[in-house]
């Protein structure tokens, strides 16, 4: 059975950081890319941030771009997502996906294809 499981989020003030974790399990960890998309009341899904498991390259949303940081444990099936210098806009439900490595260029940009995600859990930034 395919799990993702998100944890990590919380209450931080502005200026203030959070790690976010997504362990996976119940697939070929190195044949996915691991995303991470937010979704704000009454706004889409957006992503913030991805990375292919099996060669390490990542992508970001100019909003977080110089802020958050992605990172994998292969070892672990474990993705990691570091969040510096939060906003009030940064505040939503952050949840993470596995999208199959054969779409690659790019793993932000294939948001429909994304086939598993996690519960999310919530990020609120308090001015």
């Known amino acids: 059975e395919v799990q993702l499981v998100e944890s990590g989020g919380g209450l931080v003030q502005a200026g203030g950081s959070l790690r976010l974790s997504c362990a996976a399990s119940?697939?070929?960890?190195?044949?996915?890319?691991i995303g991470w998309f937010r979704q704000a009341p009454g706004k889409e899904r957006e992503g913030v941030s991805c990375?292919?498991?099996?060669?390490?390259?990542?992508y970001y949303a100019d909003s977080v771009k110089g802020r958050f940081t992605i990172s994998s444990d292969n070892a672990k099936n474990t993705v990691y997502l570091q969040m510096n210098i939060l906003k009030p806009e940064d505040t939503a439900v952050y949840y993470c996906?596995?999208?199959?490595?054969?779409?690659?260029?790019?793993?932000?940009?294939?948001?429909?294809?994304?086939?598993?995600w996690g519960q999310g859990t919530q990020v609120a930034v308090s001015s």
């Open positions: 990375i292919y498991s099996s060669h390490g390259s990542t």
């Open positions: 119940g697939f070929t960890f190195d044949d996915y890319a």
């Open positions: 996906g596995a999208l199959n490595a054969q779409f690659g260029n790019n793993c932000l940009h294939w948001l429909d294809e994304y086939d598993n």
